[in-house]
């Protein structure tokens, strides 16, 4: 089945009771049992609810993996994630990373015991030199954010098998439509659902894709003991956002790739960040892992003193200015003060991350209005 059929119909099938064609918003706590322990499969809605078991088959499906399991957020998946590990191991991650990420990493999970090392992962030469035999995990994310980085995840993986480290893939800015990491090796795929997948800017929640049983049943083990679940009605309300999700995504794609290239053609801007343009250094990569470039741009103006920046962006009508993306309708955002000010100044220009970078969640509104809109700005 190809990806738009499997959106629509995943997970989803008549409701065994009604014959209701949507799945229905089982709002409940618990089941009845005829004699202790015989039930339908379903005893509390921690474990298992039917509205949240569509959606998860639904996910596994779109990311060609086998089991699938949501969470309350986007974080909450990152955390059940991180609880697969024990003090002592290491993580090697990606320089460029979700400022969430790095921020649970460092100030959650390293006074516990467990070493972080943040590379670049453009460069192979720099995980390779990262492992040692305490390396448990690396993390990747591509796309980054919001640098849009691209990582060449099969590299990744190929290397990692030989040491028998798990490969995690944060999939939130590419969306199952563009890439399927399990099929490039990757162990774990994880979701911001909050973007892309819900798309309609309404539900925070998280998931994580796996192939292999065991690796599942840790997870859903995890999931149940910690209790980082989504609600019954965000279920639905995701089930519903993800029908149209290839639909979405051509347009942000299409739309994305024009403001780029306006963008790039303006007086006033310096550069444009958009792996869709051949001189993007991860244009390649982008072409062999991905089946488009996505809907994210980033760039920097001319005159990158803050109030340049700051009234530009107040100036944006239609986009708006907000922290998040993914959704149908446009963003701005101002990274180095809003989604990554949990990383310290010097990290961000480590990873040669500008005060003044301007991040645009391109949504699908008519292009002509958006770029409108940035012209105007822009002055
Ligand atoms: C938003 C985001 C997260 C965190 O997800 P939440 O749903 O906000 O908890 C993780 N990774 C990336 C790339 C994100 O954009």
């Not at 499997?6 to 008549?14: D, F, L, M, R, Y």
């Not at 691209?150 to 480290?165: C, F």
């Not at 149940?224 to 979405?248: A, E, Y």
Request: proline share 5%; net charge negative; with cysteine.
């Amino acid at each position: 089945m190809k990806i738009g059929t499997k959106a629509i119909h995943a997970g989803v099938n008549p409701d065994p009771t009604t014959g209701a064609v949507m799945t229905p918003i089982y709002q409940t706590t618990t089941y009845a049992q005829k004699t202790p322990g015989d039930h339908k499969g379903y005893e509390y809605s921690r474990t298992h609810n039917p509205t949240r078991d569509a959606l998860e088959k639904n996910l596994a499906a779109l990311e060609n993996g086998k089991h699938g399991l949501a969470f309350s957020s986007g974080m909450a998946a990152t955390d059940t994630i991180a609880k697969l590990l024990e003090p002592g191991d290491e993580v090697i991650s990606t320089n460029d990373l979700y400022g969430g990420t790095y921020r649970i990493f460092t100030k959650v999970y390293e006074p516990l015991g467990i070493k972080f090392q943040f590379v670049d992962m453009d460069n192979l030469e720099d995980i390779s030199s990262a492992i040692s035999p305490k390396t448990k995990m690396i993390w990747v994310e591509t796309p980054t954010n919001p640098l849009l980085k691209v990582i060449d995840i099969r590299s990744v993986t190929e290397l990692a098998s030989q040491h028998g480290i798990l490969v995690v893939v944060d999939n939130t800015f590419a969306t199952p439509y563009l890439q399927n990491p399990l099929d490039i090796g990757a162990d774990m795929v994880l979701h911001s659902v909050t973007k892309y997948l819900g798309g309609h800017s309404d539900v925070v929640m998280g998931a994580i894709v796996v192939k292999d049983d065991e690796l599942a049943e840790r997870l859903s083990f995890l999931q149940n003991s910690c209790g980082g679940i989504p609600s019954p009605n965000d279920c639905f309300l995701v089930l519903r956002g993800i029908k149209t999700l290839h639909i979405r995504l051509e347009r942000h794609c299409q739309n994305a790739m024009k403001v780029a290239e306006f963008l790039k053609g303006h007086s006033k801007v310096d550069r444009v960040i958009y792996p869709g343009f051949k001189e993007h250094p991860g244009h390649e990569i982008a072409k062999k892992q991905m089946r488009g470039f996505g809907g994210m741009v980033s760039f920097v103006l001319q005159d990158e003193s803050q109030d340049s920046v700051f009234s530009v962006l107040e100036r944006l009508k239609l986009f708006t200015l907000a922290e998040s993306l993914g959704g149908v309708e446009s963003l701005a955002g101002h990274p180095s003060t809003m989604t990554h000010a949990s990383i310290p100044k010097e990290e961000r220009e480590k990873a040669g991350l500008p005060d003044s970078l301007i991040r645009l969640s391109v949504g699908i509104e008519d292009v002509d209005d958006l770029i409108a809109d940035l012209n105007q700005a822009l002055g």
